[in-house]
Nanobody, 119 residues
């Protein structure tokens, strides 16, 4: 069974930090690169960080130097450490494989976790 469960979001002031977690089912995690995506109101969902099964990472320019993605292969969990947060980081954050999962011809997403950066 496919499962993605994100957690760790919340309200934080500009300059603050949050750590997101995503528990994934083993069938996804074990064989796929994993990523964190985000979708802000009125904008398309975008990939902000990805990590290969071997640990190679890539970041969108907008978060490079501030966000760090990591994975615990034993726990089927991927993390996103977010530092120096800005108001423009406000979005719903989702984890998924890269590229994202397709089930019965439709994208599969978890519920996401809301991150709000505001004073």
């Amino acid at each position: 069974q496919v499962q993605l469960v994100e957690s760790g979001g919340g309200l934080v002031q500009p300059g603050g930090s949050l750590r997101l977690s995503c528990a994934a089912s083993g069938s996804i995690f074990s064989t796929h690169d994993m990523g964190w995506y985000r979708q802000a109101p009125g904008k398309q969902r975008e990939l902000v960080a990805e990590i290969s099964s071997g640990g190679t990472t890539n970041y969108a320019d907008s978060v490079k130097g501030r966000f760090t993605i990591s994975r615990d292969n034993a726990k089927y969990t991927v993390y996103l450490q977010m530092n120096s947060l800005k108001p423009e980081d406000t979005a719903v954050y989702y984890c998924n494989s890269v590229p994202w999962i397709i089930i019965n011809r439709s994208p599969y997403w978890g519920q996401g976790t809301q991150v709000t950066v505001s004073s």
